[in-house]
């Protein structure tokens, strides 16, 4: 009679899961990546940039024949645009946009009469690098009436439908009470929307990352 195989029989039946069960024979497990929860949806916005003349780079402090630069905290807004997977997504055009230090947007329907800044451009485009990555100059986000702080960004390629969403500063007293962020009921979902404004050391600016991630079921059609 074979002992040594009632032995390993008896070490596969103890083993259970099949997780065990892979260990008792001697199989490597590979740790499967956790799925990314996609970026969340966030209404467009009456103010998205529409006129030709708009500066289409990806610094929004400074504007073409401009004498200087906005007001506001200068912020370094970086991130990567990625798939459920976590793998990058290249050649998506990132645009983003957002009020200026007084809470005014640089479009024809906001007429508010807070001032415009002559060297606060409003909005900014790039396109993502092959390993995803986006970078932008922008300020940080102050509040708009009946709004939380926010930054506009929308998001389009080839394969798949345009996403446009918003990003918002993590902590911030009014987030509770914005009705878009609100709205969002997945916890996890929310969370990845909220971003932290950090000072740079050495340097008059602060850098907050936002990653984005594309759906693989509906937004981004890819394997």
Same mark, same amino acid.
Not at 28 to 51: K, M, N
Not at 76 to 103: H, K, M, S, Y
Not at 110 to 123: A, E, H, I, R
């Given at each position: 009679?074979?002992?040594?195989?009632?032995?390993?029989?008896?070490? @596969? $039946?103890?083993?259970?899961?099949?997780? *065990?069960?892979?260990?008792?024979?001697?199989?490597?497990?590979?740790?499967?990546?956790?799925?990314?929860?996609?970026?969340?949806?966030?209404?467009?916005?009456?103010?998205?940039?529409?006129?030709?003349?708009?500066?289409?780079? *990806? %610094?929004?402090?400074?504007?073409?024949?401009?004498?200087?630069?906005?007001?506001?905290?200068?912020? #370094?807004?970086?991130?990567?645009?990625? %798939?459920?997977?976590?793998?990058?997504?290249?050649?998506?055009?990132?645009?983003?946009? /957002?009020?200026?230090?007084?809470?005014?947007?640089?479009?024809?329907?906001?007429?508010?009469?807070?001032?415009?800044?002559?060297?606060? /451009?409003?909005?900014?485009?790039?396109?993502?690098? *092959? %390993?995803?990555?986006?970078?932008?100059?922008?300020?940080?986000?102050?509040?708009?009436?009946?709004?939380?702080? !926010?930054? !506009?960004?929308?998001?389009?390629?080839?394969?798949?439908?345009?996403?446009?969403?918003? $990003?918002?500063?993590?902590?911030?007293? /009014?987030?509770?009470?914005?009705? #878009? @962020?609100?709205?969002?009921?997945?916890?996890?979902?929310?969370?990845?929307?909220?971003? *932290?404004?950090?000072?740079?050391?050495?340097?008059?600016? #602060?850098?907050?990352?936002?990653?984005?991630? @594309?759906?693989?079921?509906?937004? $981004?059609?890819?394997?």
């Amino acid at each position: 009679m074979n002992m040594g195989f009632f032995t390993r029989r008896r070490a @596969l $039946l103890a083993a259970g899961t099949s997780g *065990a069960w892979m260990v008792a024979l001697g199989v490597p497990i590979v740790a499967r990546a956790e799925e990314r929860v996609p970026t969340p949806p966030q209404s467009l916005g009456p103010f998205y940039p529409y006129a030709p003349e708009v500066e289409r780079d *990806a %610094d929004l402090v400074t504007v073409r024949g401009g004498t200087g630069i906005a007001k506001g905290e200068i912020t #370094l807004l970086t991130g990567r645009v990625l %798939d459920a997977r976590g793998r990058p997504v290249a050649g998506v055009r990132v645009e983003i946009w /957002q009020c200026n230090a007084f809470g005014r947007y640089h479009h024809p329907r906001d007429s508010s009469n807070v001032p415009l800044d002559p060297n606060f /451009q409003g909005y900014g485009e790039t396109v993502s690098a *092959a %390993d995803g990555a986006y970078r932008f100059r922008a300020i940080k986000p102050v509040p708009y009436p009946g709004r939380a702080p !926010h930054i !506009h960004v929308r998001l389009s390629g080839r394969d798949f439908a345009p996403l446009a969403t918003q $990003l918002y500063i993590a902590g911030h007293p /009014q987030n509770d009470g914005d009705f #878009l @962020l609100s709205s969002i009921v997945d916890p996890r979902a929310r969370a990845s929307l909220l971003v *932290a404004f950090r000072r740079v050391e050495g340097a008059d600016a #602060l850098a907050a990352t936002f990653d984005v991630t @594309l759906d693989n079921n509906g937004t $981004l059609r890819r394997g």
